[in-house]
C-alpha cells in the first residue's frame, strides 16, 4: 500500500509511532487466533506529518500551546479551535486521496465505515488518553470517508485533548495522529469488557457492561447497560438494566438514539452463555498483551468482534509473590504518612533500612501479613495493633478473614512471632520501663555520636569505596534504628498512653485524656523544628526590606536567595537565622523517607511561606509562649484528673498509678520522633555523598544527568560505579514507570487478586453529613479550611485548619498557624497526630476523600473527640 497506508493484518503493537496506540493494538488483536477483528486499514502518521508540515500557520498556536498550563482553558479554547480549523480546511494531497479511495474499493466502496483517531500517545501502557480524539461511525462513501480523515487529524487538537497532554506533561510537538479505517459492525448488542473488576481492580473478577445496539452510546454514558461480574468461569453478579433507548446506523450515514420496544427493554442483552464465552475471549486477549485490558466488543449474527483493546492503567500493581498462593499486603506508605510514589534508590534505600523485606509495587512499598492473619496466635496481636493505630486497616484486614477467599490457615500452627512488618505488638515483649530523662538523653548523644562519625568518614570516599562505607553504615542505622532500649521506650510510651486512654475514660468518663496529657513534653524533634520557624520570623519580622525580598522568592529557586540577603539591612542576622535552621532541620523535606526528594537544605525556598506565615501572623517570642501555654495546660490537666481520682473508691491507687503513667508519657513520648530523624540526618548524607558521585559519572559519561541515578537501584549503582556503564534504556524506562506510579493511589490493604480494600468506621453515632475519621487529638474547633496539597503552596491565616491528604514531619512548621488539622492518612500514632497533640490542636485523620468532599474556604467543624468533621452551611 505505501508508507502511507497499511493494512490491519500487517501491523502489530511494536507500530505505535507509524498507526497510533489504537491501530497498533487493532493490528495486534488480529493476530490473535479465534479474535475477530473489522477488516480495515491506517492511514500513517508519516501521512499527518506531511500534512502538518505545510500547514506552518499552526506553528505559532503550538508554541503559544506549549507554554499554558491545564487551567488556562480560556487560552485553549481558542488555540486549539485555531488549530483545528486550519487542519480540517486543509486539502487532502491527490496521492494520499487516491490511494485511500483504492483501498476502499477493495474492501467495497459503497459499505459502511468507522473512521476513528489513533494517536501515537493514546492507549499505552502508562497512560491511557481514551476518548481524547474523534471517532466517526457508519461513514459512507470515499468523500465522506475522505473528510472524516480529515476531522479525525483535526480532534488531536481538541479542547479536551490539548488539556489532558498538557496535564500529563506530553508535548504536543512530539503527538502525531493516525486515522484507523475499519469496515462497520452492526450489532445487535455491544459493550465494554474489563478482565480486571474496575471498581474493586480484582484481577480474578472480570466485569462486562452490554447495551442494545452500537457500544459508542454506552461508553458516552448516554445509555443505561445491563452490568455482569464473571469469577472462575461463573457469572457470579448480574444486573439488568431497564434499556429504553439504543443508538443504531442511520440509513443516511452516521448514527441515531431510538427507543427499545417496551417488551425488550428489561431483557438482558446476552445471555449467561454469551457472557462467558465473551469473558473467555477476553482472558485469551489479555493473555496475549501481559496485562488487564479494557475491551469493546460487539456482537453480530452471534459472533463477538473486538474494536478495540487498551490496557487498563487505574489498577494498582500487584506484588510479585513468586507463588500462586492468597497473598494480602499492608501499604507502607499510610504507616509513614508518606503515599506518594518513591522512586527506585529511594525504595532500594527504606528496603536495606527496614527489619524485614518489604514487597515493592507502583513505586510504593507493602508488607505481606499473609502469614500473621492465617496463624489465630498471630492474628489477634495484629488486629489489635493495626486497629488502635488505623481503624480502616483493621477493618480491611477484618473484611480479607471474613471473606476467607485469600487466606488459607497454614498446616500446622507454630508458636506466635511478632507481627510482620516489624509492627510492635502492645506489651509484646519490651518490658516497660519508668520515668527517666536520662536514658531519652542518652540515646539522643549516642544517635549524634554515631551521625557525627559518619559525617567525618565519608567525604573522603568515592568510587567503590565511597558505596562500601555507606552499606557498612546502614547496617549502624539499623543498629541505632532497632536498638532494643530504643523500642523500649519508644513502646512504654505508647503503652501508657493507650493506658491513660483506656483508663481514664473507665474511671472518669474522660475520653482521650492523653491528648492534653502529651501537650508541650521535651525532646519532640518534631514540634521543636515547627516551633523553630517562629523564631526565624521573629528574626526576620523587623526588617521591612527582608520581608519583601523573602515575598519575591520562587519556590522552586535554590538557595540564591540567602546571599542576597546579606546586602539588606537586617538581612545578616534573617540569613543567618534560616542557615541555623537548616543546620538542624535542613535534611528533613516533603517525602522524606524518599532519599531522592529535594532537601530544605537543597531547596531552602520551600520554607519561605511558612516563614512569611508566621511573620505575618504571630509576634514576637510565639515559640517560647506556645510552648510554655502546652507545659502549663498539660500540668493543670494531670492536677485535675489526680484529684478527680483520688475522690473515687480506692482513689489513691488509681490516682498513683495514673501519675506514674503521666510520668512516663511526659517523660518518653517526645522520643518517638527522634529515631526518624536520625535516618533522614544519615540519609541527607548519603544523598551528598551519592549526587556528588554522580557528578563524576556524569563527568565520565557514564550517565546523562547526575539524577539519573535516582533510577537505579542500590546494588545497580554499585554496579554502574564498579564498570563505568549504565543502561540508558533501563532508567527511561524507569522514568516513564515513574510518571505512570505517581497518578496511581495506592490502597491499604491489597490482596494478590489486585483487589484494593478500603475498610470502613462501621459507625452510627455521627451527626447527618458527618465526614467520619479516627480522633488523634482531641477538642472542637470552627474555621475556614485551607485545602493544601502542596506545603509550598500554604497559605494560612490565623483560624483555619489545614485539610490535606497526609503530613509527614516535614508538615509541622505549618501546624503552627492551624487551629485544627484533617487528613486523609494518619493513625493515632502517626507524626501528624503526635505532633497535633503536642500543639494542642484538635484532628481527625483518616478522613477518606476530605480533599474532594471539603473545599477551600468553607467554614468547616473539626471534633477531635469524637472523630468527625462538618461542612458548616453558610448563614
Known amino acids: 500500500m505505501g508508507d502511507d497506508l497499511i493494512d490491519l493484518r500487517d501491523i502489530d503493537q511494536t507500530q505505535v509511532a507509524v498507526v497510533g496506540g ?40 503550538l508554541d503559544q500551546l506549549s507554554r499554558l498550563t ?103 510537538r512530539t503527538v502525531h495522529m493516525a486515522v484507523v479505517v475499519q469496515r462497520m459492525v452492526f450489532p445487535q448488542a455491544a459493550g465494554v469488557l474489563f478482565t480486571a473488576d474496575p471498581v474493586t481492580s480484582n484481577r480474578k473478577v472480570a466485569s462486562v457492561e452490554a447495551a442494545f445496539g452500537l457500544g459508542e452510546a454506552l461508553v458516552s454514558g448516554r445509555v443505561n447497560a445491563d452490568i455482569y461480574k464473571v469469577r472462575d468461569g461463573d457469572v457470579v453478579a448480574r444486573s439488568v438494566a431497564t434499556k429504553q433507548r439504543a443508538v443504531h446506523a442511520s440509513p443516511a450515514g452516521g448514527t441515531q438514539e431510538q427507543a427499545v420496544e417496551p417488551a425488550r427493554q428489561d431483557q438482558p442483552a446476552l445471555s449467561d452463555a454469551q457472557v462467558l464465552e465473551l469473558v473467555a475471549l477476553g482472558r485469551q486477549i489479555e493473555a496475549h498483551l501481559g496485562r488487564p485490558q479494557d475491551i469493546e466488543w460487539c456482537l453480530a449474527d452471534d459472533a463477538f468482534h473486538i474494536v478495540q483493546s487498551r490496557p487498563i492503567t487505574t489498577l494498582f500493581p500487584v506484588p510479585e509473590a513468586g507463588d500462586r498462593a492468597g497473598h494480602v499486603y499492608v501499604s507502607v506508605g499510610h504507616g509513614q504518612m508518606m503515599t506518594d510514589a518513591m522512586k527506585p534508590l529511594g525504595l532500594s534505600f527504606w528496603q536495606l533500612t527496614t527489619p524485614r523485606p518489604m514487597c515493592e509495587a507502583g513505586g510504593r512499598l507493602f508488607v505481606d501479613v499473609t502469614e500473621g492473619l492465617a496463624s489465630p496466635a498471630s492474628r489477634a496481636g495484629l488486629l489489635e495493633v493495626f486497629g488502635r493505630s488505623d481503624p480502616l486497616l483493621r477493618d480491611a484486614l477484618q473484611t480479607v478473614l471474613d471473606r476467607g477467599d485469600v487466606i488459607s490457615p497454614p498446616p500446622e500452627e507454630g508458636p506466635g512471632g511478632p507481627a510482620p512488618g516489624g509492627a510492635p505488638v502492645p506489651g509484646g515483649g519490651h518490658a516497660a520501663i519508668e520515668a527517666d530523662p536520662a536514658i531519652v538523653t542518652e540515646l539522643i548523644e549516642r544517635t549524634q555520636a554515631s551521625i557525627a562519625a559518619l559525617a567525618r568518614a565519608i567525604p573522603a570516599r568515592s568510587g567503590t569505596a565511597l558505596l562500601d562505607v555507606i552499606l ?38 474522660e475520653r482521650n485524656a492523653a491528648d492534653t496529657l502529651t501537650q508541650s513534653v521535651p525532646h519532640n524533634v518534631t514540634s521543636e523544628m515547627g516551633l523553630s520557624l517562629l523564631d526565624v520570623a521573629d528574626a526576620i519580622r523587623p ?70 506565615a508566621n511573620v505575618r501572623n504571630f509576634g514576637p517570642g510565639e515559640a517560647e509562649r506556645r510552648f510554655e501555654q502546652g507545659r502549663q495546660q498539660a500540668r493543670e490537666k494531670e492536677q485535675e484528673l489526680l484529684e478527680r481520682l483520688r475522690a473515687l473508691p480506692d482513689g489513691e491507687r488509681k490516682a498513683e498509678e495514673t501519675r506514674r503513667m503521666i510520668d512516663r508519657v511526659r517523660t518518653f ?55 563505568r556503564q549504565v543502561d540508558d534504556g533501563l532508567i527511561r524506562r524507569r522514568k516513564d514507570e515513574f510518571r505512570s506510579f505517581e497518578a496511581l493511589t495506592p490502597p491499604r490493604v491489597l490482596t494478590s487478586d489486585g483487589e484494593a480494600i478500603a475498610g470502613t468506621y462501621r459507625r452510627d453515632d455521627l451527626p447527618s453529613g458527618a465526614l467520619v475519621g479516627l480522633p488523634v487529638s482531641a477538642g472542637t474547633v470552627e474555621g475556614r479550611a485551607r485545602v493544601i496539597v502542596d506545603m509550598a503552596q500554604a497559605d494560612l491565616a490565623p483560624g483555619d485548619i489545614l485539610v490535606t491528604a497526609h503530613t509527614d514531619p516535614s508538615w509541622s512548621p505549618l501546624f503552627v498557624a492551624a487551629t485544627g488539622l484533617v487528613t486523609e492518612v494518619g493513625g493515632l500514632m502517626t507524626h501528624g497526630a503526635v505532633v ?7 484532628a481527625v485523620v483518616g478522613v477518606e476523600g476530605a480533599t474532594q468532599l471539603i473545599q477551600d474556604g468553607q467554614r468547616i467543624r473539626v471534633n477531635g473527640t469524637d472523630g468527625y468533621v462538618e461542612v458548616i452551611p453558610p448563614s
Open 472 to 509: 557498612a553504615d546502614i547496617q549502624e542505622l539499623r543498629r541505632v534504628l532497632f536498638d532494643p532500649q530504643s523500642i523500649q521506650v519508644i513502646m512504654t510510651a505508647m503503652d501508657a498512653t493507650w493506658w491513660l486512654n483506656e483508663h481514664l475514660e473507665e474511671w472518669l468518663g
Open 22 to 61: 489504537k491501530g497498533a493494538h487493532l493490528g495486534e488483536l488480529a493476530r490473535i487466533d479465534g479474535v475477530r477483528v473489522p477488516p480495515g486499514f491506517c492511514v500513517t502518521t508519516g501521512a499527518f506529518r506531511r500534512i502538518v508540515e505545510g500547514a506552518p500557520s499552526i506553528d505559532d498556536p
Open 836 to 842: 497535633a497533640r503536642e500543639y494542642g490542636l484538635p
Open 70 to 172: 491545564p487551567d488556562d482553558q480560556e487560552t485553549i479554547r481558542t488555540l486549539s479551535a485555531a488549530i483545528r480549523r486550519t487542519l480540517e480546511r486543509i486539502t487532502i494531497p491527490d496521492e494520499l486521496a487516491t490511494a485511500i479511495t483504492r483501498e476502499l474499493a477493495r474492501h467495497g466502496e459503497r459499505a459502511a465505515y468507522a473512521v476513528r483517531s489513533s494517536a501515537t500517545a493514546e492507549d499505552l501502557p502508562s497512560a491511557s488518553f481514551a476518548g481524547q480524539q474523534d471517532t466517526f461511525l457508519n461513514v459512507v462513501g470515499p468523500a465522506a470517508v475522505l473528510e472524516h480523515v480529515g476531522r479525525c487529524w483535526a480532534s488531536l487538537f481538541s479542547e479536551r485533548a490539548v488539556t489532558y497532554r498538557l496535564r500529563n506533561g506530553v508535548d504536543h
Open 543 to 612: 526588617h521591612p526590606e527582608v520581608v519583601a525580598l523573602l515575598e519575591d522568592v520562587d519556590e522552586d529557586e535554590d538557595g540564591g536567595f540567602l546571599d542576597e540577603l546579606a546586602k539588606l539591612a537586617g538581612g545578616r542576622e534573617a540569613r543567618d537565622a534560616i542557615c541555623a535552621y537548616l543546620d538542624t532541620y535542613g535534611m528533613r523535606c516533603v517525602g522524606e523517607i524518599d532519599i531522592t526528594r529535594p532537601r530544605w537544605s537543597e531547596r531552602p525556598a520551600a520554607l519561605v511561606p511558612a516563614i512569611l
Open 669 to 723: 513520648i517526645g522520643y518517638r520522633e527522634y529515631p526518624k530523624y536520625g535516618m533522614v540526618s544519615r540519609y541527607f548524607i548519603y544523598k551528598q555523598a551519592l549526587l556528588d558521585e554522580a557528578d563524576r559519572l556524569v563527568q565520565a559519561d557514564v550517565l546523562r544527568e547526575r539524577d539519573d541515578i535516582f533510577f537505579l537501584t542500590f546494588p545497580e549503582l554499585q554496579e554502574a560505579v564498579r564498570t
